[in-house]
T-cell receptor, first 116, second 118 residues
Framework: DGGITQSPKYLFRKEGQNVTLSCEQNLNHDAMYWYRQDPGQGLRLIYY???????QKGDIAEGYSVSREKKESFPLTVTSAQKNPTAFYLCASSWQAGASYNSPLHFGNGTRLTVT | AQTVTQSQPEMSVQEAETVTLSCTYDTSESDYYLFWYKQPPSRQMILVIRQEAYKQQNATENRFSVNFQKAAKSFSLKISDSQLGDAAMYFC???????????????FGKGTKLSVKP
């Protein structure tokens, strides 16, 4: 079955360490997104990529980095520069911009990151 | 910039009753799409319903329907015959339409937590 896989489900890190969250999709979608979810804040866009080898900053990109070397993969690195990294992170994908904007975003199951 | 506002942080409904969740948005665009997503305790984001702004007819999906008022920039979700499994966070989301420069991402409201009482 097609879908988006995020791993791991729970991740624990010490403060000052970089950590990479995995996101893989087999839906053949061109566009991929990373959102952060905090209690009472809804979902906020971190980074997005509409095509391989290209990505753009979202609303809260500071302290994060991404890569898009393959169509299927869009890993997110939470760096030590991110001041409040503890959060729930959701990866999503969709068809390429312009193809069909009423196509919804498909989401992974998320990764809960805890930094102490 | 577009914004989405959900003014009800929490709502409660009796099982089998009807409940309406509110959503308003702000945009200067004429071409856009609106969505309602459900997030149960598992935290999986599930699409409930979608609406194209150019369509006057309100979208319906089984027990879920929307009241789309384009002039008022309002997009409420009505859940009929509420079930215990409807208990979740509900997010309203906006997506720009058209091609050329648009990010394609969704802009989300802060959500409404719906409780269903047996």
């Amino acid at each position: 079955d097609g879908g988006i896989t995020q791993s791991p489900k729970y991740l624990f890190r010490k403060e000052g360490q970089n950590v990479t969250l995995s996101c893989e999709q087999n839906l053949n979608h061109d566009a991929m997104y990373w959102y952060r979810q905090d209690p009472g804040q809804g979902l906020r866009l971190i980074y997005y990529s509409q095509i391989v080898n290209d990505f753009q900053k979202g609303d809260i990109a500071e302290g994060y980095s991404v890569s898009r070397e393959k169509k299927e993969s869009f890993p997110l690195t939470v760096t030590s520069a991110q001041k409040n990294p503890t959060a729930f992170y959701l990866c999503a994908s969709s068809w390429q911009a312009g193809a069909s904007y009423n196509s919804p975003l498909h989401f992974g199951n998320g990764t809960r990151l805890t930094v102490t | 910039a577009q914004t989405v506002t959900q003014s009800q942080p929490e709502m409660s409904v009796q099982e089998a009753e009807t409940v309406t969740l509110s959503c308003t948005y702000d945009t200067s665009e004429s071409d856009y799409y609106l969505f309602w997503y459900k997030q149960p305790p598992s935290r999986q984001m599930i699409l409930v319903i979608r609406q194209e702004a150019y369509k006057q007819q309100n979208a319906t999906e089984n027990r879920f329907s929307v009241n789309f008022q384009k002039a008022a920039k309002s997009f409420s979700l009505k859940i009929s015959d509420s079930q215990l499994g409807d208990a979740a966070m509900y997010f309203c989301a906006y997506r720009s339409g058209g091609y050329g420069g648009s990010q394609g991402n969704l802009i989300f409201g802060k959500g409404t937590k719906l409780s269903v009482k047996p």
